[in-house]
């Protein structure tokens, strides 16, 4: 079962705008990280967040995270046709052997 | 290119068939992570091995096993395959087994079972 929930399902956007990205989650968490997946290929890792740091940057790439909220949120700014990729949190329970649980993602389509 | 290498890319089976999926990890890495990827249950998390050793185990079903060998290379069987089987097989490594560390993923293998 997903711990993490991304939304929305899908985004699609105009080059240069950028892309906001939801990921919600039910119980307390180590750690959570996003990943990018291009179609049909491996999964890449972003950025990790810990539990106890609230925001964090990574060149055009911002990951806020609320834990009382138990929400994060992928923020990429000045979007390019490269961006297009589906996007996935994941988080790690506290507690837990820090096996990183999958959401469903969301679909990104950054047109041209 | 993650360094991390599956085999076959591709593989097309019947049902009732047994077939084994191939991971070399990224050099220094010893932990090894395998993922079942499929559209109505999304990325789902089967085991882990560290260093030749089962670390932690996901939602694995019976007919599947793993193994980690002595130069970390991975294999997972899959057996009794049924139709709902198909899907992207991804194997990942990290240089540990404690955490956070992030996990490299391969190219994926992509099971078709008719």
């Known amino acids: 079962s997903q711990q993490g929930e991304e939304d929305p399902q899908a985004l699609s956007i105009q080059e240069g705008e950028n892309a906001t990205m939801n990921c919600s989650y039910k119980?307390?968490?180590?750690?959570l990280q996003w990943y990018r997946q291009n179609s049909g290929r491996g999964l890449v890792h972003l950025i990790l967040?810990?539990?106890?740091?609230r925001e964090k940057h990574s060149g055009r790439l911002r990951v806020t995270l609320d834990t009382s909220k138990k929400s994060s949120s992928l923020l990429i700014t000045a979007s390019r046709a490269a961006d297009t990729a589906s996007y996935f949190c994941?988080?790690?329970?506290?507690?837990?052997?820090?096996?990183?649980?999958f959401g469903r993602g969301t679909s990104l389509i950054v047109h041209p | 290119d993650s360094g991390v290498t599956q085999t076959p890319k591709h593989l097309i089976t019947a049902t009732g068939q047994r077939v084994t999926l191939r991971c070399s990890p990224r050099?220094?890495?010893?932990?090894v992570y395998w993922y079942q990827q499929s559209l109505d249950q999304g990325l789902q998390f089967l085991i882990q091995?560290?260093?030749?050793?089962?670390?932690a185990k996901g939602n694995i079903l019976e007919r599947f096993s793993a193994q980690q060998f002595p130069d970390l290379h991975s294999e997972l069987n899959l057996s009794s395959l049924e139709l709902g089987d198909s899907a992207l097989y991804f194997c990942?490594?990290?240089?540990?087994?404690?955490?956070?560390?992030?996990?490299?993923f391969g190219p994926g293998t992509r099971l078709t079972v008719t």
């Open positions: 990942a490594s990290s240089a540990s087994a404690g955490g956070p560390y992030e996990q490299y």
């Open positions: 119980t307390s968490i180590n750690n």
């Open positions: 967040i810990r539990s106890n740091e």
């Open positions: 994941a988080t790690d329970a506290r507690g837990g052997s820090y096996i990183p649980t």
């Open positions: 050099s220094g890495d010893l932990s």
């Open positions: 091995y560290y260093n030749g050793e089962e670390r």
